[in-house]
């Protein structure tokens, strides 16, 4: 059998530097991300199978795992629905502040994670301006998983907004003036029409935005309160085990969390496949 | 741009469902990001300037502060030239594996930042892979500036190229070739063709990946040690700061955090504007 090396060959093209740049990229993106990746994974398997088996399944990781899903599922589904909003107004509409509320969405990208974490806590808190008003009426926010929810929203805000911006803005008008002139009502063309061409793009916001929640720490910790069985969620779980010097259990829970990683990661590729082809471009 | 608001019937919602939604909104914006923001700064200055002004005048915090900076000259230039480099053999070659690569050049946004520190701590940690060897030598990483600024490293891995690749794609091999017909060297034709072409993306990967290597905190969490002074980055100083129910210098730090965030922005927002108009330019000529 002849194995195909043409990936060793040097391609056809006049333009100089293969060499040097591709050698280069590859060394670095080793020495950086293939290795240490590489490592974690030779580490989960020199801990053994009975051993992973009991750190990822203790009651308390698995009950760490279930919090940071159903926190992020919350999280992720109230982003779709108003990033859905948010990108439609921006895109259809004109109003007073747009650009800057525009611009805005990006702040959770651009501010560092502990800020918001302690910007948010202190908002919440008993003595904040919202947790003041919410806290009398028996709605506890700090503390407690709807805290760690909150923080998750505001850190996935973008994605959504984001990806369906875009997808928005390339809608062609004729479809819905033909879908108006066959007798459809407003909310019959957004539902049958305007709906199913964006709906891969507002499925790969939910799933950026979900990633982004999973692994989620920094805006985290500080509303959580870190209570074990409570309010504790799997990156802080590796942090304490850390600190604990549990190597093994914290590699146990980090390659559970990376493989998850890795199979939300080929689910985005796949949608937004999808989501360029519906919308009539070619997959990049 | 179009605007859809006059056209008539069922073509466009009705004024109440609007008005209705760009009030959602703006409530939604507003509550979830104005107000966060501006509590930064309520709660900095909530005990007055002098205070606030107080909070700069500790050892603890300019460290932080030197060593935040330190970690960006160093973790930026090195990611920029990766980011060159990668979009140079993505962009201007076709070879098998193309797609796998730029995968693998985005993996570390899919990796939770606790993950990447904590990877850096099998490798380099006192029980890690190279943990003896380092010990022996007496290098330290974890727990050191090094291994803050290879945790950066690794969080800010993809942003330049991630803007280069679909830019050097869209502007293809023509004008390159063109300048070597010419008897341009290859570093020339880098250097006079290929960085003006790509200037405003360049500078655009550079400020989001400076914004992360200056913000990150759940990554260099992992490896710091949380030694005051020494390996301490000015978001790890405000956990401290607020740990300690001092929260007005927590919230002062944080305000440097959120005025290099608003720049990032406001940069951000620009940049696109010029790299739109550029794309566009490019289109035209064709």
Partial sequence: MRLNFNILKRPKSSIPGFGLTMGYTIFYLSIIVLIPLLALFTEAFSVGWEKFFSATTDARVVESYKLTFYTATIAALVNTFFGVIVAWCLVRYEFFGKRVFDAMVDLPFALPTAVSGIALTTLYSHQGWFGKYLEPIGLKIVFTPIGITIALIFIGLPFVVRTVQPALEELEVEQEEASSSLGANRWQTFYKVI?????????????????????????????????????????????????????????????????????????????????????????? | MKTFNNSNGAQSESTLVKYGLIFTAICFLTIM????????????????????????????????????????????????????????AIAKYSFFGKSVLITLIDLPFAVSPVISGFVYVLLFGAQGWFGHW????????????????????????????????????????????????????????????????????LLYGVILCNARAMGEFGAVSVVSGHIQGVTNTMPLQVEILYNEYNFVAAFAVSTLLAILALLTLVLKYSLEWKAKKQLEKLKEEE
């Fill in chain 2, 33 to 88: 990001l104005l107000v966060p923001l501006i509590t930064i700064f309520i709660e900095a200055f909530r005990k007055g300037i002098e205070a606030y002004f107080l909070a700069f005048n500790d050892q603890y915090v300019l460290q932080a502060v030197k060593l935040t900076v330190i970690t960006a000259l160093i973790a930026v230039p090195l990611n920029l030239v990766f980011g060159v480099c990668a979009s140079w």
């Fill in chain 1, 195 to 284: 709906l199913p061409t964006i709906f891969p793009a507002v499925l790969t916001g939910f799933a950026l935005s979900f990633a982004r929640a999973l692994g989620e720490y920094g805006s985290v910790v500080f509303i959580s309160g870190n209570m074990p069985f409570k309010t504790e969620i799997s990156t802080l779980l590796i942090i304490t085990k850390l600190e604990q010097y549990d190597y093994a259990g914290a590699t146990a829970v980090a390659v559970v969390m990376l493989f998850i990683s890795f199979a939300m990661l080929l689910v985005i590729n796949i949608l937004q496949r999808w989501s360029s082809k519906r919308r009539g471009m070619e997959a990049i």
């Fill in chain 2, 134 to 201: 380092l010990i022996e030598n007496d290098v330290q990483i974890i727990f050191a500036a090094p291994g803050i600024v290879l945790a950066t490293i690794f969080v800010t891995f993809p942003f330049v190229a991630r803007e280069l690749i679909p830019l050097m794609q869209e502007q293809g091999n023509d004008e390159e070739q063109a300048a070597l017909l010419l008897g341009a060297s290859g570093f020339q034709t880098f250097m006079k063709v290929t960085i003006p072409n790509i200037k405003w993306g």
